[in-house]
Each structure stands twice: as structure tokens, then as C-alpha cells.
């Protein structure tokens, strides 16, 4: 109940961090957990879109098979990340709390949310 009431005000958020197949390394949970809600409350701030009113899956997958889903095979896929059916899906090295580029690719996946 309270998890519900503190989404409804955009001020927590939780997100599930997993590999989409295998059991790899993952960047740490609880920070990319806090990255996540001050993504989505400044996109909450500065425009007409609500905060996520629920969890948030993002799913690490290895380059090939990324590759084979969003690029069609392609062998060099230029994306790195991509929203479909309420999850975020990151090519395998995406790293939001490194990487200032990745940050950006998140913020524009949690628009779609």
C-alpha cells in the first residue's frame, strides 16, 4: 500500500534488474535503481508525462542476440537499448551510471514507459 501511495506521488520507483538469457554481471541495482527514479521524476517535471506507475524490468541481453531482435541480424547494431511491451531491453556493457550516453538512451527509454 505504501509502495502504491509513494508511486502515485513520483517519488519512489523500483526496477527489476536481470539478464534477459544467462547470468552475467550487472551494474550495481540500488544505484541504478535511484538513477531510474530521478530519470523518471525530472521527465515527470519537464513535461506533460507521468512518473511509471509500476515496476520497471530493464533486461540485459548479449550483443548477438540484442542484435537478432532490434537490428534484424544485423552484425554492427547501432542501438543500444529499446522499449517493448513495459520492459527496457540494454545491449550487454550498457552502463547508465558510467557511461553519460547510456544515461541519455535511458532517459529516452523511460519516456516510453
Known amino acids: 500500500m505504501l509502495k502504491k501511495l509513494l508511486l502515485a506521488l513520483g517519488l519512489v ?14 551494474p550495481d541495482t540500488a544505484k541504478l535503481n535511484l538513477l531510474v527514479q530521478d530519470l523518471a521524476q525530472w521527465v515527470s517535471k519537464n513535461s506533460l508525462l507521468l ?15 540484442f542484435a537478432a531482435r532490434v537490428c534484424s541480424g544485423m552484425t554492427s547494431c547501432p542501438i543500444k537499448g529499446w522499449q517493448q511491451d513495459g520492459g527496457l531491453y540494454f545491449i550487454e556493457g550498457f552502463d547508465p551510471l558510467l557511461i553519460m550516453q547510456d544515461r541519455g538512451i535511458l532517459l529516452h527509454e523511460l519516456v516510453h514507459i
Open 51 to 65: 512518473p511509471p506507475q509500476q515496476d520497471v524490468p530493464l533486461l540485459f541481453m548479449e550483443k548477438q542476440q
Open 13 to 26: 520507483l523500483y526496477v527489476t534488474v536481470a539478464w534477459a538469457d544467462g547470468n552475467k554481471q550487472l
